[in-house]
């Protein structure tokens, strides 16, 4: 079987990795490097991360553009992307797999309250306290898309109390539902633990702000691994305070790296991870790129087609 070419563009530091990936899969892909300056006629499929200046000029047959990732409001931002051709974010078992750890991890740690043992233990004291059941805790997550759904299933699983809140209604077992911004004040109500994995559009950016923490359960935690431009940063630093939110974990931030003298480094209650929380698997994406090629191919309808008008 011939292999099908794919370009991956602005991903020089990985494209090894990839190339390996490549060869260890039965995808069927054969993936070249783009080489600024030089032109790409013939190549249908494009796999990039971020925007490249003059990319799209070398590619008169591309048909499809892959996103490495699952965030594509960077790509959405960038005008040199031809409208007419269909932009794909990333869905693949290895993304929702970390993200599902991820997600797990941290709402386990503020569960337990684990930076007053982490606090105790730098000062040599036994800090026995007492915690709830988990199904006494209510966990929320903003954004109920591949990753929300997956993570909120897991939390579910672990007898969390879980509450998902989207755009348009969802039905999902042992998660109370919530869709559209009128419903907003009713998810966010008494939760001990908010978890966001929105997308960044204009209707998402700086939604983690101090009114939607006054909603929350006092000394809630909150666990960000959607976008930095979700949070505003002094309305969680405030909050953090005046005691009204307890704990976070942020993934990520409006300045990736986050400066060396961000307040949020040194935060005891703030824990940092640096756009970690979930990262794409190059085997599994593999053949997930090859199953949509193959459909595309076949005349079947891409899935996962970012709407570019809605943002997500
Ligand atoms: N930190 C990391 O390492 C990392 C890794 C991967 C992804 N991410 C972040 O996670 C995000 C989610 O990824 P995904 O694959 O789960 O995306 P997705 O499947 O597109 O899900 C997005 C969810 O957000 C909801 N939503 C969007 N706008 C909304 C609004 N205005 N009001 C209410 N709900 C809204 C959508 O509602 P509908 O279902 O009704 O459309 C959907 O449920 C990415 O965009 C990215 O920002 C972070």
């Not at 494209?15 to 060869?23: I, P």
């Not at 306290?129 to 199904?135: D, K, V």
């Amino acid at each position: 079987m011939t292999k099908k070419r794919l370009l991956l563009a602005g991903m020089e530091d990985y494209f090894e990795t990839w190339r390996r990936a490549a060869d260890s899969t039965a995808a069927g892909l054969d993936l070249v490097p783009y080489v600024p300056g030089q032109a790409f006629p013939g190549f249908p499929y494009l796999l990039i991360w971020r925007p490249v200046p003059e990319l799209f000029a070398s590619l008169p047959d591309l048909r499809v553009i892959f996103c490495l990732g699952a965030g594509t409001e960077r790509l959405i931002a960038d005008p040199s992307i031809p409208a007419r051709l269909p932009l794909v974010r990333m869905v693949e078992p290895g993304l929702t797999q970390c993200m599902v750890d991820y997600v797990l991890w941290r709402v386990l740690y503020h569960h337990r309250r684990m930076w007053e043992l982490e606090e105790a233990q730098a000062q040599a004291r036994w800090a026995q306290h007492l915690y709830p059941a988990a199904w006494e805790r209510k966990v929320g997550i903003l954004g109920l898309g591949t990753l929300g759904q997956a993570c909120a299933e897991k939390l579910a699983e672990f007898e969390f109390q879980v509450r998902g809140w989207s755009r348009s209604p969802k039905s999902v077992a042992k998660v109370a539902c919530f869709a559209g911004t009128e419903t907003l004040g009713e998810f966010l109500a008494g939760l001990d633990i908010l978890v966001c994995l929105l997308p960044l559009t204009p209707e998402t950016k700086g939604i983690l702000n101090a009114d939607l923490f006054a909603r929350l359960a006092p000394r809630a935690a909150l666990v960000n691994a959607g976008r930095g431009g979700h949070l505003v940063d002094d309305d969680l630093l405030a909050a953090l305070a005046d005691g009204r939110m307890g704990s976070a974990t942020l993934d990520v931030f409006h300045r990736e790296p986050l400066p060396p003298d961000h307040p949020f480094w040194l935060h005891p209650r703030v824990f940092v991870t640096p756009h970690y929380a979930s990262e794409t698997h190059p085997p599994s994406a593999l053949v997930e790129i090859a199953r949509q090629i193959e459909r595309f191919e076949q005349g079947a309808t891409l899935e996962h087609v970012v709407d570019r008008q809605r943002g997500y």
